[in-house]
């Protein structure tokens, strides 16, 4: 079945550091990718997205590229602020409509 | 637009008893999804309904889990006998309806269920 395996942290950088975090996944047929980010206290909330391979997701500095061949979306940005403190999860979607998360990467950025 | 809203935001119970969650997805999603994650674990899809009808329950631990979604509108999560595994975070998501192509499932806050 469908799995996604991503970096699990802690990941802990001073501000305007640069940030990887790593995601793999195993997949039938073709589905898009996504990051979501958990702010404390707050739901999921989808920080970008790619539905096909070779494209770029991107959002407030965030940035993702859909890699087929290395079956990879690894999420980088290259300044953190410490308001990027939170979980971040990489997903996927296929055409049964249900996401596959990762277990999550909690980053936590120090001033 | 009021987003996904999920009730209570934490629920504390006694290993036996039962316990009831709601969401209440965003007006006009016809898509309503289950998820939860156990501590340290991934997100793990429960469920999916299609306006009232389930679409998907594969995910769905045990028959000790019911989910219903009256109407098509919002939907409760019932555990009953609630177990010690079943302690984690319980988020519901809905989306618009689609017949092809992904639509974008915006989540709740959570449910934090802790069962002693």
């Known amino acids: 079945g469908d799995s996604v395996t991503q970096m699990e942290g802690p990941v802990t950088l001073s501000e305007e550091a640069f940030l990887t975090i790593n995601c793999t996944y195993t997949a039938t047929g073709y589905p898009s990718l996504f990051w979501y980010v958990q702010y404390p206290g707050e739901g999921l909330q989808l920080l970008l997205k790619?539905?096909?391979?070779?494209d770029k997701g991107s959002n407030k500095g965030f940035e993702a590229t859909y890699r087929k061949e290395t079956t990879s979306f690894h999420l980088e940005k290259g300044s953190v602020q410490v308001s990027d403190s939170a979980v971040y999860f990489c997903?996927?979607?296929?055409?049964?409509?249900?996401?596959?998360f990762g277990k999550g990467t909690l980053l936590t950025v120090n001033p | 637009e009021a987003g996904v809203t999920q009730f209570p935001s934490h629920s504390v119970i006694e290993k036996g008893q039962t316990v009831t969650l709601r969401c209440d997805p965003i007006s006009g999603h016809d898509n309503l999804y289950w998820y939860r994650r156990v501590m340290g674990k991934e997100i793990k899809f429960l469920l999916h309904f299609v306006k009232e009808s389930k679409q998907d329950e594969s995910g769905m631990p045990n028959n000790r889990f019911l989910a219903e979604r009256t109407g098509g509108t919002y939907s409760t999560l019932k555990v009953q006998p609630a177990e010690l595994e079943d302690s984690g975070v319980y988020f519901c998501?809905?989306?618009?309806?689609?017949?092809?192509?992904?639509?974008?499932?915006?989540f709740g806050p959570g449910t934090r269920l802790t069962v002693l």
């Open positions: 790619a539905t096909k391979a070779d």
């Open positions: 997903a996927l979607g296929g055409s049964n409509y249900k996401l596959t």
């Open positions: 998501a809905s989306s618009h309806w689609g017949t092809s192509g992904y639509n974008e499932q915006f």
